[in-house]
């Protein structure tokens, strides 16, 4: 049986991804069960620097 090409017809149908219960996004994985976007069920929301652009950049 080759792989590649053919394979990727057998992925439709699933779903990988539910609305979360915490942020309302589709992004809590059934499986691993985690948010992928809050961290959901951690209790500190998930979040990194890189999200958001500096405020108070200096422009010389």
Do not use: N
Not at 2 to 19: A, C, N
Not at 34 to 44: L, N, Q, V
Request: net charge positive; proline share 5%; hydrophobic share 25%.
């Amino acid at each position: 049986m080759t792989k590649g090409t053919p394979s990727e017809g057998k992925k439709s149908g699933k779903v990988s991804h539910i609305r979360c219960r915490r942020c309302g996004y589709p992004a809590y994985h059934r499986q691993a069960r985690r948010c992928a976007k809050c961290g959901f069920p951690d209790a500190k929301i998930r979040k990194y620097a890189w999200q958001s652009k500096r405020l108070g950049k200096r422009l010389f």
